[in-house]
């Protein structure tokens, strides 16, 4: 008959054990927050991570087991541990393989409205001295078209790019016959504030295909106060704008993003229930960024870390809540942290990426045919700093700008993978490297994590995820369903 | 009830040439077939008598249960009696026999949904609740007894399974075989129990790969999350390193993976662990299955450290299978009747027992849920769960 073996007698001994990666960071006084090298998350008392780095540990004392499922810990000779860190890392970091996907052409900078926390726009009617040229606007193409991805997105910026329809117009058919050509597919998306919104527009963006993205930063008087143009009625288009685009377009081709401004800061409720009367799917609670006039006109300054984080919390709630009472919203940037924290999806989203998005993400092609590595780096050229400015249309091919010493520099000084402060942290897998942030803030692309607000938001949140996974089953059963995993 | 799936022939006349035959059954109104391996099913002096009066030239008799009721002693055919357990032998169904003893296996029913073949006894595991307990004898045999088989299956056959002990022992061969199905049975979906350690090895997997069977899946046993645990189930020290590794190959070369996790007392109270791990690190398989135990072979003798009331485990298994569906991994449930499962797992029950060994219990009667439920298995020596009982 057989002869069985007790489980001991499968147990490595200590000698076979070997530590793999991992970051960690006091939570509290006894407790550790614990991840391994593809950001898996698990918590460990002081006792637990000493005898862990020690390798004192044996199969049946608990901590053996859940050091070696989290793959903190594998056998010397073993290799499948190993090959399954290494395929999951190669699956997160896939988005590599997709080079510039993104290509944003500023059509225009004149806009009619004047909105204090705006980075770049002209209040003007000189066609020419802020419109992009049809000879720009080709140039761009070629560059745009250089790139290696299978699949580009082409967005419209301002401006309000509306003002240059006739040119939107132009280039969408151009992308197309490319796009024939070249066998790359294309998708388009307009960034416009609806107020020049006609059947016309609709009647384009319908035949084409065309995404619109707006702005919404909540209920009338708020959004009034942010976005004033002649007439103070920018709410009122923008509502009446997404309406519209709803109908003639469908409930998803257009999708609404709103800025965190210091009036804001107690709305949070209130500017949530905006974007559900529009039967909108869900919200992007976004900070304001420290770029052009934002930084000008002191908006920037006017709230930190700590208050944008208790709004992002409160409005969090508030959107659990919603779902908890049947209604599915979500949080778009808690959704996408979500995502990379639960899943090994590629996400390629610019501030949560390192190697950083910048030129290798995307590239903008401004009104006047310079080419920037980000929206924001353009925006910094606005008031004077070109450190961004990787070339012009004229003088310039996709090669010669994605391989700019600017551009290479800018990114291998900013990878988190070895940046200090970031490169031990717990969160490392999850975040970015946002160099243009940080040139803005601290003057350097690396920056000195610690006094960085957005690593302080970044981590802010990301506590906060886990703490609702962690402690929360009714939260985390939405939570989960918005990393789609 | 459970059928009887091997006996001895009380005649075998004519076949003495091979050591070995693989026999196709016909009934007596079809045409006289001239294949080799088709022979005539009689039941009665009547069908015996069609046979003759048409020339049938191979008799396969199954015994009436009287014993007599054919004198095939004078039959100047090739004959093959059968007992009367048999009776539910059929046109179309195959069997292997050894010509000198008499012995026979029935290899496949055209009938059922559940057809398998037994590749070998041998295995690398040695699992503690192994229900085909391993023995180390060479029986390279039954690899040509089912390369005989196949070109007698029906080409409509939705789907095979090869089991063993460990499929991959001797694995060109084996692999040749994968080959023959996808050129024999196109059409016919091909799973194949295995441990999956061989595919640790590329030459394997790459051999694998390379017939480019359009449907064939490796259903491979992950037991725990982790080292240890798994290789105290399976028995063999470094199986789990091994397992993981011929996963992520097969899953690299875009082959068809099931991880299986049979429920027993080491592996149902850290499911929901196995399968936190499974949806973090696997989620790429194409299919789980959670497997109640059958109780048979190994699992009687090792009763007492793999026992456990499957309502005992009820909890865990619910927030298993829910971990699994959360990340998107097609998960279901195998051999659990619905009254120990919680009513969220009922979705994922299939009705997964092979018709040869199912059965019900007398609760289950008046029982609403018993048309969709697993029942339970007939074979070995079944242990029932206290908390059986008629849904309502």
């Known amino acids: ?485 | 009830m459970t059928l009887s799936l091997f006996g001895t022939a009380a005649l075998c006349r004519g076949l003495e040439e091979q050591t070995r035959s693989v026999v196709r059954l016909k009934t007596v109104d079809t045409e006289v077939s001239n294949a080799e391996a088709d022979f005539t099913i009689v039941r009665t002096s009547d069908d015996l008598k069609r046979a003759i009066q048409n020339d049938h030239k191979s008799i396969f008799a199954i015994d009436d249960g009287t014993g007599r009721f054919l004198s095939l002693e004078d039959l100047q055919r090739r004959t093959i009696a059968v007992p009367a357990q048999f009776s539910y032998l059929d046109a179309g169904d195959v069997i292997g026999i050894h010509t000198q003893s008499g012995k026979f296996r029935t290899l496949y029913r055209h009938n059922s949904r559940h057809n398998s073949f037994l590749v070998t006894e041998r295995c690398n595991n040695y699992c503690l609740m192994c229900s085909q307990p391993p023995k180390d004898i060479d029986d390279r045999w039954i690899l040509n007894e089912i390369r005989q088989s196949l070109p007698l299956l029906d080409k409509h056959t939705r789907t095979l399974t090869f089991t063993g002990g460990e499929p991959l022992s001797d694995w060109a061969d084996f692999i040749s075989i994968l080959a023959d199905c996808r050129d024999q049975l196109p059409k016919t979906a091909v799973q194949v129990l295995t441990n999956g350690r061989a595919f640790a090895k590329s030459e394997i997997v790459d051999a694998w790969r390379k017939v480019n069977h359009p449907s064939v899946i490796a259903a491979i046993p992950v037991y725990a999350a982790v080292d240890y645990v798994h290789d105290y189930v399976v028995q063999a020290k470094g199986a789990f390193d091994e397992t993981i590794l011929g996963i992520l190959k097969l899953k690299d070369r875009g082959q068809r993976v099931e991880v299986r996790v049979v429920l027993h007392a080491q592996t149902a109270r850290i499911i929901s662990d196995t399968c936190r791990w499974l949806a973090r690190n696997l989620p790429f398989v194409d299919h789980v299955a959670l497997m109640g135990l059958e109780n048979t072979g190994f699992a009687i003798a090792n009763d007492a450290q793999l026992w456990i009331d499957p309502i005992d485990y009820q909890t865990d298994l619910a927030e298993a299978v829910d971990l699994l569906v959360a990340a998107n991994v097609n998960v279901s449930v195998y051999n659990l009747q619905r009254c120990v499962l919680a009513p969220s797992v009922w979705p994922h029950a299939v009705q997964s027992i092979s018709d040869w060994k199912n059965a019900f219990v007398a609760e289950c009667e008046p029982c609403t849920e018993k048309t969709r439920c697993a029942g339970f298995f007939s074979s070995g020596r079944p242990r029932r769960s206290k908390a059986i009982s008629p849904i309502l």
Not at chain 1, 98 to 116: I, N, Q, Y
Not at chain 1, 424 to 446: I, K, M, R
């Open chain 1, 1 to 485: 008959m057989a002869r069985f073996l007790a489980a001991e007698a499968f147990s490595s001994s200590n000698d076979e054990l070997a530590l793999l990666p991992f970051h960690f960071e006091r939570t509290g006084t006894e407790q550790f927050l614990v991840s391994n090298m593809v950001g898996d998350f698990i918590r460990l008392t002081e006792n637990e991570i000493n005898r862990l780095i020690d390798l004192k540990l044996k199969p049946g004392d608990g901590l053996y087991e859940k050091a070696y499922a989290a793959h903190l810990i594998t056998g010397s000779l073993q290799k499948g541990q190993r090959q399954l860190l290494a395929l999951r890392l190669r699956s997160r970091m896939s988005f590599l393989r997709e080079v510039t996907p993104l290509h944003m052409f500023v059509v225009t900078l004149r806009c009619e409205h004047s909105c204090p926390y705006c980075q770049v726009s002209r209040q003007s009617t000189d066609r020419s001295r802020f419109d992009m040229s049809e000879a720009t606007a080709q140039r761009a193409l070629d560059i745009a078209f250089e790139s290696k991805s299978s699949r580009i997105k082409i967005e419209f910026q301002g401006g309000e790019p509306l003002l240059n329809f006739s040119l939107i117009k132009t280039i969408v058919s151009a992308a197309h016959s490319r796009s024939g050509t070249l066998g790359k597919k294309v998708d388009f998306v307009i960034a416009t504030n609806l107020a020049l919104l006609d059947d016309a527009v609709l009647e384009f963006c319908k035949a084409n295909d065309i995404l619109l993205s707006t702005s919404l930063d909540g209920p009338a008087d708020l959004h009034n106060k942010n976005r004033p143009r002649p007439g103070g009625n920018s709410y009122e288009l923008a509502v009446a704008g997404i309406r519209r685009a709803q109908e003639a377009l469908g409930p998803d081709r257009v999708g609404a993003l709103m800025t965190t401004t210091e009036a804001s800061l107690g709305r949070v409720d209130e500017i949530i229930e905006e974007y559900l009367k529009l039967g909108l799917d869900g919200i992007f609670l976004r900070p304001l960024s420290p770029f052009g006039f934002a930084i000008k006109t002191k908006q920037y300054q006017r709230y930190d870390a700590k208050s944008w984080l208790e709004f992002y919390k409160r409005g969090l709630r508030h959107i659990l809540d919603i779902n908890h009472h049947g209604t599915p919203f979500r949080e778009f940037y808690s959704a996408l942290i979500l995502t990379r924290m639960l899943t090994d999806k590629p996400i390629g989203y610019v501030d949560l990426r390192s190697p950083a998005g910048i030129g290798i993400g995307a590239l903008v092609y401004n009104y006047d045919g310079s080419v920037f590595a980000s929206d924001e780096g353009r925006m910094l050229a606005e008031t004077g700093d070109n450190s961004f400015r990787l070339g012009h249309v004229d003088q310039d091919d996709y090669r010669s700008l994605v391989l700019s010493d600017r551009l290479v520099d800018a990114i291998s000084a900013s990878l988190t993978q070895c940046a200090p402060e970031c490169s031990t942290c717990v969160f490392e897998s999850h975040c970015g490297a946002n160099p243009v942030h940080h040139h803005a803030t601290q003057g350097e692309a690396l920056g000195i994590k610690p006094l960085s607000d957005f690593c302080a938001r970044q981590k802010g949140i990301m506590h906060h995820l886990l703490q609702l996974l962690d402690e929360s089953p009714r939260d985390a059963a939405i939570l989960r369903r918005w990393a789609g995993a």
